[in-house]
Nanobody, 122 residues
Framework: QVQLVESGGGLVQPGGSLRLSCAAS????????MGWYRQAPGKERELVAT???????TYADSVKGRFTISRDNVKNTVYLQMNSLKPEDPAVYYC????????????????WGKGTLVTVSS
């Protein structure tokens, strides 16, 4: 079984910072792309950032310059450093990963974490 577990969410003031973590565990041979998505009440889930196994990154325009995605391949963990948090940032943040679980399987499968809540309030 493969699981993704997010942590680090909480309540911060506008302009504050928060770092999210997502650890993958279980049957893992390799991890390709990992990413973060978010969903606010009444809105569609949207892409925040992605990072490849070679550390190539992409960001949504709304978070460029404020958020930074990174990963630790030894720990099978992806991080999202969030700085200068704004009123539009509160949401449930979800971890996503494309994982190849077995050596005999030539393709990866997509997995989702259960999410961690980020709240921005003064």
């Amino acid at each position: 079984q493969v699981q993704l577990v997010e942590s680090g969410g909480g309540l911060v003031q506008p302009g504050g910072s928060l770092r999210l973590s997502c650890a993958a565990s279980g049957s893992i041979f390799s991890i390709n792309v990992m990413g973060w998505y978010r969903q606010a009440p009444g809105k569609e889930r949207e892409l925040v950032a992605t990072i490849t196994s070679g550390s190539t990154t992409t960001y949504a325009d709304s978070v460029k310059g404020r958020f930074t995605i990174s990963r630790d391949n030894v720990k099978n963990t992806v991080y999202l450093q969030m700085n200068s948090l704004k009123p539009e940032d509160p949401a449930v943040y979800y971890c996503n990963a494309d994982i190849r679980p077995f050596t005999w399987q030539s393709y990866g499968m997509n997995y989702w974490g259960k999410g961690t809540l980020v709240t921005v309030s003064s």
